[in-house]
């Protein structure tokens, strides 16, 4: 059989589909993605990355996430009308499962791809959780641009007055660890709610590393992330907050939109993962569209109409990120940014 990897939307949510023995039957159209996104210092800027979509296996009755097939294929595609298609596969012997096991909240597992594998994820690590096998985060060992969006969540900083970033749903610590590179001032608080992906985060990810490195500036906390707080305000909030494959239900009420709004320091912003149709959730009710626009009803309602969205793809199955408050001096944000992240200062539209 093959472990097969469909990126259906780049950048937005962080699922990524695939099934053990055929091409994903789970997700409608394939996930374009930038050649470019690969190599985050060329000197053009990147706009389309990969997303994460879930990962499901054939069958129920099997052993959900073992691998058991000669190759994992992968194919990504360009978010441009001609594709371009990494469909050869990565040889079994490339990827490794480094633990497998269920905590109270997830079904965690860690895979790596070899350095030796001809794919833009080698060398990497990728944490896969809950029943369709969300990946929360995603490291490599020589870079720090992750090709995901996470990358879009580091362009966040340069827009906020100053003060500590809230980043609600910390995973294995992706965003943190952008974040702390990228803005040397900058003070990241993150929540993770299962104790044991903040655990995976330390032995596989360099999470632990991360808070020796930054100890005066990453503070993580175990717990619901939608009661964090901390005093005098964030200046920013970062929202990635899935379960079971879904945008929390949460983050469909207004009410927990004007809580948050609450913990924002004056002129502070909140960018949110709020997911799209290619996201796919265990209860075939909440499809991935209508649940991000029910999450940006209630957004758009909290903060008085005032949301920005970026869009990636032009096919039907799209995902997005969504920003608070007006839209921002896009020339003095280019200018603050490392050149790879540039290029999304554009892509952003009021709703």
């Known amino acids: 059989m093959l472990f097969t990897i469909n990126h259906i939307r780049p950048l937005f949510h962080r699922q990524w589909h695939a099934q053990i023995g055929l091409r994903c039957p789970f997700s409608k159209t394939p996930c374009p993605s930038s050649i470019s996104s690969y190599f985050p210092w060329r000197s053009q800027p990147h706009h389309q990355l990969l997303c994460p979509c879930p990962l499901r296996s054939k069958s129920q009755a099997q052993e959900e996430g073992d691998i058991d097939d000669a190759s994992l294929q992968v194919q990504t595609h360009d978010s441009k009308p001609k594709t371009t298609t990494y469909d050869d596969g990565i040889p079994l012997e490339d990827v490794k499962i480094l633990v497998k096991f269920k905590s109270r909240y997830n079904y965690i597992r860690v895979l790596e791809v070899s350095r030796r594998a001809d794919h833009p994820f080698a060398g990497s690590r990728l944490l896969l959780l809950d029943g369709p096998g969300n990946i929360h985060s995603i490291s490599f060992l020589f870079k720090s641009m992750t090709g995901t969006y996470f990358d879009v969540f580091a362009t966040l900083p340069p827009i906020l007055p100053p003060g500590p970033v809230g980043l609600l749903g910390l995973g294995a610590g992706s965003a943190a660890k952008l ?3 990228l803005y040397p001032q900058l003070v990241v608080h993150g929540w993770e709610l299962d104790p044991s992906v903040v ?24 717990g619901d992330a939608l009661k964090a707080s901390v005093k005098d305000g964030f200046s920013g909030i970062l929202v990635d907050l899935f379960s079971k494959g879904s945008v929390v239900p949460g983050l469909q009420n207004p009410n927990t939109w004007k809580k948050l709004k609450k913990c924002l320091r004056s002129g502070g912003r909140v960018m949110v993962n709020v997911g799209g149709s290619c996201v796919e959730a265990e209860d075939s009710s909440r499809h991935g569209k209508l649940v991000m626009q029910e999450t940006l009803k209630a957004m758009n309602k909290a903060f008085g109409g005032k949301v920005l969205l970026l869009t990636l793809g032009s096919r039907k199955e799209d995902s997005s990120i969504a920003l608070t408050g007006n839209v ?3 020339d003095s944000w280019k200018e603050a940014l490392p050149r790879p992240l540039q290029g999304y200062v554009d892509m952003w539209t009021p709703i």
């Open 328 to 330: 921002p001096n896009r």
């Open 199 to 222: 655990s995976v985060g330390r032995e596989f990810f360099g999470l632990s590393k991360l808070e020796k490195d930054y100890s005066d500036r990453l503070f993580i906390y175990v």
């Open 179 to 181: 974040l702390l590179e």
